[in-house]
């Protein structure tokens, strides 16, 4: 009797010991995947912490990204961490707004976004205009007049980058003309192409970003041409 007593107590000790080992190897193992997935992408470390505080991947129902801002559209409220979320390394804000979370990135979101769906194997939510899509993740049915003035945000917006520097080239022309430079000297002529080559190819890059804003496929263009 007392070395069947003994005999099951070492072979317990010895089954609590095996179970230890192996939480201790799946531990090792979660974070070995984080570490990997941080060091294999360029913001992996910043998506595995914002995919920890918002509950995982499987709390994700759609992610989609505008200029500057991550917007995460949580499957659960309940999941997400929102302090965590807020001391994520390299968020410059966190903002909730209309079932939204909406992490203030910076100009690198499109990169971050592309390493966030990597990670956390996300299908693509696209990306949106921030009035769409404040207005899709809250339900609400807009009327035809604001649905036209969305549509046509998202086709110029893209735009107005080369519009704003074509500006500012052609105001440093005049600063330099107005301080006695021929107009007609070369660098002149060449400012004047360069400040003049985003309104020439602007329907160019409306046209594209109508294409994207209808989800017109690339694949349509390569055939027409």
């Known amino acids: ?27 090792a193992k979660n974070e070995s995947n984080a570490g990997n997935h941080s060091s294999k992408y360029e913001y992996g470390q910043m998506c595995v912490e914002i995919l920890e505080a918002i509950g995982g991947s499987q709390n994700v129902k759609n992610v989609f990204h505008c200029v500057t801002r991550l917007r995460i559209v949580p499957a659960n409220r309940d999941l997400v961490d929102m302090d965590k979320l807020s ?14 979370l909406q992490c203030v990135v910076g100009t690198t979101v499109a990169e971050v976004y592309a390493d966030f769906l990597k990670i956390g194997g ?17 339900g609400k049915k807009t009327n035809i007049i604001t649905q036209g003035l969305n549509t046509l945000a998202s086709c110029v917006t893209p735009g107005l980058y080369a519009i704003v520097a074509g500006g500012m080239i052609k105001g440093i022309i005049s ?10 000297s070369d660098i ?28 017109i496929k690339d694949s349509n ?4 041409f």
Not at 129 to 138: C, V, Y
Not at 190 to 213: C, Q
Not at 221 to 224: C, D, G, K, P, Y
């Open 87 to 100: 001391s994520v390394s390299g968020l410059l804000k966190v903002i909730e707004s209309s079932g939204q």
């Open 122 to 138: 996300i299908k693509a939510g696209g990306e949106a205009d921030p009035d769409s899509a404040s207005e899709a993740s809250a």
């Open 221 to 224: 263009f390569a055939h027409r």
């Open 188 to 215: 002149i002529t060449v400012l004047n192409a360069v400040g003049d080559a985003p309104f020439y190819f602007m329907p160019f890059i409306i046209g594209y970003a109508a294409a994207k804003r209808f989800k």
């Open 1 to 27: 009797m007392a070395a069947d007593v003994t005999r099951n107590s070492v072979t317990a000790k010895a089954e609590n010991t095996s179970l230890a080992a192996g939480s201790q190897k799946l531990a």
């Open 175 to 184: 600063l330099i003309t107005a301080f006695g430079v021929s107009d007609k």
